[in-house]
């Protein structure tokens, strides 16, 4: 049962605005599994390799000859629905306990979760449910034309007989146990399969399988131990083309005619006492058909232009934008090679003042989260979005001069994922759960003119006011709470109208209950509406020339885009190389070749952060090559004042340094002070004894050597501090400048 819930799910992410009825011929008519009730022993099939024999025993046993069992099942689903992945994981358990079935299963997937259950205790009806909430009653007779049922002779919708067997293999014989995998044929096997996916999916047409594989595990006596299917098969959708799943179920028999209980039998007899219902669309569905019809009177195919507004209040205050939309959807072109060229389409955004000044507030608050794409609200006035059939989507904002500065780029495919994993699909459009979502229509209207509201029930609206309740709660949000005044969720509403058989307009509103500025006791809260979306179809005209309007910016945009995240790779990551510096004069180079508009998806402080680096780096390395070209060893004073000009003159970048060659290499190469030689101008000072510079009587070398000591203190400070502390204790004290002068006069 768990298999007639989930195995189509892959497919309904992609059809529900394709549901229709089916043109598929009745699949013929084919005989069911072939038991025998008192085998040979399972040594004498196995020595004559008639595996067939011991399938039909081991089917016996878990069909007529089993009084009871329990059995926990678990595997997957995988597809590819419109190039998007998808893998579904199941679990379930049944029992049978005499005549009474009963089952429980539950499927994950980014769709949605699935919990089911059904029970029958006769071969006359059938209580089943989706959601452990709404539970249905079904005739055997009505609910066999669209699935099956545990009690019927096959493993999971698969027949085992001599035409449907195609092969048996024995797989393993060892301490008591037999395994043995049987392939069957992908049409006489899968009659009951075919119509349960056909069904539960809204198919075209059948499903074709391409593979079919079950392994069986028992005992010597054909006891049950467990069985896997493996099923490879194609589902149909009218436009969307197909998808390819991939089945695989592992089911392992917990108990076998031991005593068992089913859960909650009594009020599952209860509710199976109901009066069966007919599986027919009620009236709900048949609203959603009209609808669904109302679309095929819009030629997409053609082109289709819609206009609308969005509106939102805040403290009273209106902020609306304006939307212009172009579409078209080339279903001529739809097959798996070219999905990305069916769709273009471009619509236009244009917000007044107020809202622009909004979008400025809010760009104020959250713009540093917004990382890069900051500038997707800087000076905003109005917004492009482009699909030129190419696999991505293009955002382009504008200012007010109506100038481009930033693109967003987003592929389709990611688009399309977010929405699937974000949006429970299989219970807004699931056949099972149409109490989720239903379609109300107007009183008054004929059948080509009317209006349908569209409504939520009850556990949905609940659903979403925790979810809102909870944010506000936030003190994070607490400012905004108190800007809208809110104190509760209220509603959404949508309104479907419809004009000559065509859809024409689309209201959606957001609501919530505002506190009332009024005083007076017991005044309850108003209910304010938050933003709202109103859409128009027009005349068919779709705007090529829209298209070609965006075609130079997104060149632009995509031909900088591998210099832009160069750009930011180099200004992240410099090291020092003179390869690096290199290539980043390479990238400024590519950057001064670009044009003007290329050149605004690049921020200018980039480029000139990466000029800087590159003359850094340069300077840094040509500060080492002068390095390397002393023995720091035995360096001179004379050496010293090289090596400290080199350091000054290349404002050498110490992380640089450090991060190449480590904070010791760094050390050595800038503590110098400690090299200086001073024995010269020690043994000279004892001669300063006044401040008349010719009675010093220095010989020409300590002069040379003092001169030099001199000139290293202009471009070492621990220098200039030394000679300073020296000279303050020599006979006749003088600052370092008066000193410098007179050896200077001295040396004239």
Partial sequence: MAKRIISILLVLAAIFVLAGCSTAQPLPETEDST?????????EYLKKED??????????????????????????????VLFIDYEIEISSSEIKKDNSYYGKYDSVSPLTTVHGEFYMNDKTKILTTNDLKDYKVYSMEDYHKTTYSPDQDHLLGYVFNDKSILKGELVSHSGGIV?????LDNDLATRYAKLDIKTTGDLSDYPKFSSVVFTLTMKEDYTPVSYSVDAVYDVSKPILGSATVTQHLDCRFDSYNESIEIPNESSLIEKLGQKPSELVENKEATVKDQLLSSLSGLSFDKGLNIDGALTMEVTGMKFSTTIETSTLFDVSKLNDENLYSVLKFHSKLAGDNTFNSLIGIIN?????KLGEYKELLSDFAGLDVYYTGDGAFYIIPYNAEHKVYSVLKLKLTDVVDLILSKVNIYNLISGSNKDLVTFEKEAGSDDKNYSVNVL???????????????FFSNPDYAMIKTLLGYEDFGSIDVRIDV??????????????????????????PIKTTLIELVLETKALNYDFAKLSEAKPIVEAYDSVQTLKAKLKSFISRPYLSKGFANDAAKIIEEYN?????????????QVLELKS?????????GFLDTCRKYDYSKLSNRDIIDLSKAYNAAAADSKLIIEEYGQEYYDKLVSLSPLVDYSTFDSAIAKIKSADEKEWNLTPEELSEIKVLIELAEVNMDVRTSLFMKLFSCPSPMDFDTFAGKINNLTK
């Fill in 179 to 183: 395994t043995i995998k049987y392939t």
């Fill in 35 to 43: 038991f025998i009730k008192n085998p040979k022993k399972i040594s």
């Fill in 456 to 470: 939520l029930n009850e556990d949905t609206i609940a659903s979403i006011r925790k979810t809102i309740n909870e």
């Fill in 51 to 80: 595996y067939k024999s011991i399938a039909y025993a081991y089917l016996y046993n878990t069909k007529e000859g089993a009084k009871s069992y329990k059995i926990s099942r678990s595997g997957t689903l995988k597809g590819k």
């Fill in 364 to 368: 104020g608050f959250a713009g540093d």
């Fill in 613 to 621: 680096i590159k003359e850094k780096i340069e300077k840094t390395i």
């Fill in 499 to 524: 004009k000559d058989g065509t859809i024409s307009k689309v209201y959606a509103g957001v609501n919530y209950l505002k506190t009332n500025p009024s005083t007076e006791e017991g005044s309850k």
């Fill in 593 to 605: 070749a670009l044009s003007e508009t290329q050149k605004l998806f690049i921020p200018d402080n």
